[in-house]
């Protein structure tokens, strides 16, 4: 089997890395344990979680331990990195929900199970932490002139950062120190924003345990102009099928960028590299055939390969001009609501296409809302129970965003 290391630098997952060389002697002498952390600030992970969750896969896949780590007792406090503000303080019993939330999700791509992946949260050991042992034995180890110069300190500075955040960098550290006593845990992997964070912990594992340990990057998932993928108009899109439906995910990795193909495919997706720079390399209109792979794929690997067949089928169907198709979002309304019509701004708040009225009155005087290829111009006009066919109305929103709208 190949070196965990060859494969995730071929696939471009690797950013930074605390000992190049003594890490990847490490993967190929032998089984690994590494542990990735999740602090569940919502209750569902997002596409912006998923190029570590493929890498953990990656790793498992070519004989290592992963560790799962759930930030039960982090995500009481919150991360400052890319925040320009303090994150909004939840409660215990929404960290917990949250958490469960995880544990569910993350089954779905690592197989968990004796001498397979664990699942553990760090508030078994932060919540009843001794404050002035924590202080002496790991708070005396950290410069507070250095953890000063890392970017997710620096860059709020200006607006202020609380103490309560400036312990952040000590718990993600103290984090790797326990999971290196209870499981020989020698590795720890995040996104690149993560890397001031994982130096903490590496060293203190090198002081107080007096033995080696590691910490690797991977790049962030951005469209090839720097921005973040993951975001919509309707916000952000999750692995959970009820916040973003597996035919607006599909539909997602379909409509991106030509010059992100073969990044998205070699990140989300297990095929070869081989057939991801033969796709990849496609030119013109044959690139929506790479598109089209991309999308089946995350998809299937998301939601499984039924839910990503019907999301195929159904934006087919749209394309060539049809209607049906099982897996279209739909929303159902009683066709009492219709007996004097609904006005369309409404319409479109039932069917959580836009997030407020004056959303709506913009999309519709730019001519962005169709319903049955009829483009709506007036704000004022009702849809009334004449105007639904045997399978509903469709709404169509911009030029990709397609909703029905059936009666009950």
Known sequence: M?????????????????????????????????????????????????????????????????IALIGGGTGMIG??????????????????????????????????GEDKAI???????LLNLNYISFLREIGVHFSVNRMLTFESYKARMEKGLSFLEFNYTLMQSYDFLELYRRYNCKLQLGGNDQWSNILGGVELIRRIGNDDSFGMTFTLLTTS???????????AIWLDSEKTSPYDFYQYWRNIADADVKKCLSLLTFLPMDEVNKL?????????????????????IVHGEEEAKKAETAAKALFSGGTKGGSIPTTEISRIEFKEGIDILTLLQKTELIQSRSEGRRLVFQGGIKIEENKIIDIDHRVQLTDFKEDGIMIQKGKKVFHRVQLV
């Open 2 to 66: 190949r070196n965990a290391f060859d494969v995730l630098n071929e696939r471009g997952f690797i950013q930074q890395t605390t000992h190049e060389s003594e890490i990847r002697e490490l993967l190929g002498r032998e089984s690994v344990t590494f542990y990735i952390g999740f602090d569940p600030t919502a209750d569902s992970l997002h596409v912006g979680h998923f190029v570590t969750i493929m890498a953990m896969a990656h790793m498992q896949r070519a004989g290592h331990r992963p």
């Open 79 to 112: 991360d400052p990195t890319g925040k320009s503000d303090m994150r909004k303080m939840m409660t215990e019993e929404t960290v917990n929900h949250n958490s469960n939330c995880f544990k569910k999700q993350l089954s779905k791509f690592i197989e968990f």
């Open 119 to 125: 699942m553990v949260n760090n508030a078994d050991w």
């Open 225 to 235: 102009e720097g921005n973040k993928m993951g975001k919509t108009e309707s916000g």
């Open 280 to 300: 990849s390399s496609l030119e013109g209109a044959e690139i929506n055939r790479a598109k089209e792979v991309l999308a089946f794929e995350v998809t299937k």
